[in-house]
C-alpha cells in the first residue's frame, strides 16, 4: 500500500521559511516524477513544483527563486524548501508521487 505523508508546515511571519517533507512508504520513489501542490481556501489546487527521476525542476511562476524541491532517494523522501514566504503561499500542501498516490496534506499559515 503506497503512502505518502507530509510533515514540516506550521505558522510563519512573511519573510521566514519553512521545509516540507513528503515521506514515502510502499513504494520505491526514485523512477517516478513527484510533485508539490497547495490548495487556498476557496481556490483550485495548483502546481508548486515537481521533479523528475533525474531530478529535472519545475516551479511555479510565482514561487520561483524562493522555494526548492529536492529528493533524497535514499530515504525515500522529497523535499520543498519554502524561503521568503508571503501570506499569499497559505495553503495546505500536498505532495504527489504522478499517477499514483496523494499525500493527506500539511497546513502553511504565513502571517502578515
Known amino acids: 500500500q503506497v503512502r505518502l505523508v507530509e510533515s514540516g508546515g506550521g505558522f510563519v511571519q512573511a519573510g521566514g521559511s519553512l521545509r516540507l517533507s513528503c515521506a514515502a512508504s510502499g513504494i520505491t520513489i526514485s523512477i517516478y516524477t513527484m510533485g508539490w501542490y497547495r490548495q487556498a481556501p476557496g481556490k483550485l489546487r495548483e502546481l508548486v513544483a515537481t521533479i523528475s527521476s533525474g531530478d529535472s525542476t519545475n516551479y511555479a511562476d510565482s514561487v520561483k527563486g524562493r522555494f526548492s524541491i529536492s529528493r533524497d532517494n535514499a530515504k525515500n523522501t522529497m523535499y520543498l524548501q519554502m524561503n521568503s514566504l508571503k501570506p499569499e503561499d497559505t495553503a495546505v500542501y500536498y505532495c504527489?508521487?504522478?499517477?499514483?498516490?496523494w499525500g493527506q496534506g500539511t497546513q502553511v499559515t504565513v502571517s502578515s
Open positions: 504527489r508521487i504522478i499517477t499514483v498516490s
